[in-house]
């Protein structure tokens, strides 16, 4: 079946510790993007790419790297730099012309213990 | 700078009700996008709004785009417990090409039998 695939569900993070959220899709979608949300809150844009080997900051990417070798893969690495990181990371993928539907993978819970 | 308002931020309403959710947003925007959101769940993809004058409907839900006024709305007809969930409104600025999208705070809708 279709879809974006987030990998892991859940993952608790050491205070210092870099860690890589995976994101696949296989819509053959041409741009992916990164959210946050935090409890209560809305979604914010960390990073977002239109094509392979390129990608551009969003709102809050500080603290937050990523990479587009491939057009299915969009992975976020949260590095010890982002200083609040607990949250749910949303990836999400489109067609880029405009007023396609965006689709969200399943989340990643991440906590920092 | 696009920002984007949802009201009310929590509604609680018996089943059988109508009610109607609001999505202002304060510059020139042509698509809105509207989700759903189960607890500790990823978003659902409801209606996609690209033009002034433009309604759509599922089942209980329609949604509707005023892009002068810079208005959508969500209405409910007569709401099953099922339909309790958050619902988010979502803008991508005007002509933009990476089909970015600025988020409301999200309505937490609570039906009660």
């Known amino acids: 079946d279709g879809g974006i695939t987030q990998s892991p569900k859940y993952l608790f993070r050491k205070e210092g510790q870099n860690v890589t959220l995976s994101c696949e899709q296989n819509?053959?979608?041409?741009?992916m993007y990164w959210y946050r949300q935090d409890p209560g809150q809305g979604l914010r844009l960390i990073y977002y790419?239109?094509?392979?080997?390129?990608?551009q900051k969003g709102d809050i990417a500080e603290g937050y790297s990523v990479s587009r070798e491939k057009k299915e893969s969009f992975p976020l690495t949260v590095t010890s730099a982002q200083k609040n990181p607990t949250a749910f990371y949303l990836c999400?993928?489109?067609?880029?012309?405009?007023?396609?539907?965006?689709?969200f993978g399943e989340g990643s819970w991440l906590t920092v213990v | 700078e696009l920002k984007v308002e949802q009201n009310p931020l929590f509604l609680s309403m018996q089943e059988g009700k109508n009610y109607t959710i609001y999505c202002n947003y304060s510059?020139?925007?042509?698509?809105l996008y509207w989700y759903r959101q189960d607890p500790g769940k990823s978003l659902e993809s409801l209606f996609v709004?690209?033009?002034?004058?433009a309604v759509k409907q599922e089942g209980r839900l329609m949604a509707s785009l005023d892009t002068k006024a810079r208005l959508s709305t969500l209405h409910i007809t007569a709401a099953v417990h099922d339909l309790s969930a958050t619902y988010f409104c979502a803008v991508g600025p005007y002509g933009g090409a990476t089909n970015k999208l600025i988020f409301g705070t999200g309505t937490l809708l609570a039906v009660q039998p």
């Open positions: 709004l690209l033009s002034n004058g």
């Open positions: 790419s239109q094509i392979v080997n390129d990608f």
């Open positions: 819509l053959n979608h041409d741009a």
């Open positions: 510059t020139t925007s042509d698509r």
């Open positions: 999400a993928s489109t067609r880029l012309t405009s007023g396609n539907t965006i689709y």
